[in-house]
Antibody, heavy 119, light 106 residues
Framework: EVQLVESGGGLVQPGGSLRLSCAASGFTFSTYEMTWVRQAPGKGLDWVSSTRNRGTIIYYADSVKGRFTISRDSAKNSLYLQMNSLRAEDTAIYYC????????????WGHGTMVTVFS | SYELTQPPSVSVSPGQTASITCSGDKLGDKFASWHQQKPGQSPVMVIYQDSKRPSGIPERFSGSNSGNTATLTISGTQAVDEADYYCQAWDGSTCVFGTGTKVTVL
């Protein structure tokens, strides 16, 4: 079964850091592009970052550029999101999603992990 | 920055057709996809490349994209289709999601 499982969310104070992980299974992780998408409570979907071309090309939303870092470890079939200098507005469920290269669309989504930034 | 605008809500009676629009500048020149999200659940892709359905998505879901508007159509809407729907497109290296539409089946 194709599956994405996120972990690493939690409570953190403004200015703090968290590292999210996404464990992939059921498919050849190294051949797929991956993405992080977040959703603030009661709000819509908000793209965060994508890694394309097996990780050689990385894109970030302006709202997280310079604070968040996406990375991947194909040996561990895992995607990561290092989040630094966290702000209250980063509070959200963070989803890991598989980006189908052929379709240029997100065909598999994880269940999400909650990040709460509070003072 | 590029924006995709959707109506906040659409109401439909069971068995009728629901149409959800997604508007963006020259959206028809890009590929649009659509994602369904039920309360407390992760999104699920229901349409990709404007009009293609992934395996397992019912035939009642269809899509089109032309000019500045992409449209998701649900024919013979069922109660299980009640959810939030989001369009999505790429503007160069930036992914953009629509504002989202809540579909209510009355």
């Amino acid at each position: 079964e194709v599956q994405l499982v996120e972990s690493g969310g939690g409570l953190v104070q403004p200015g703090g850091s968290l590292r999210l992980s996404c464990a992939a299974s059921g498919f050849t992780f190294s051949t797929y592009e991956m993405t992080w998408v977040r959703q603030a409570p009661g709000k819509g979907l908000d793209w965060v970052s994508s890694t394309r071309n097996r990780g050689t090309i990385i894109y970030y939303a302006d709202s997280v550029k310079g604070r968040f870092t996406i990375s991947r470890d194909s040996a561990k079939n895992s995607l990561y999101l290092q989040m630094n200098s966290l702000r209250a507005e980063d509070t959200a469920i963070y989803y890991c999603a598989r980006l189908s290269t052929a379709w240029n669309a997100f065909d598999i989504w994880g269940h999400g992990t909650m990040v709460t930034v509070f003072s | 920055s590029y924006e995709l605008t959707q109506p906040p809500s659409v109401s439909v009676s069971p068995g009728q057709t629901a149409s959800i629009t997604c508007s963006g500048d020259k959206l028809g020149d890009k590929f649009a996809s659509w994602h369904q999200q039920k309360p407390g659940q992760s999104p699920v892709m229901v349409i990709y490349q404007d009009s293609k359905r992934p395996s397992g998505i019912p035939e009642r879901f269809s899509g089109s994209n032309s000019g500045n508007t992409a449209t998701l159509t649900i024919s013979g809407t069922q109660a299980v289709d009640e959810a939030d729907y989001y369009c999505q497109a790429w503007d160069g290296s930036t992914c953009v999601f629509g504002t989202g539409t809540k579909v209510t089946v009355l």
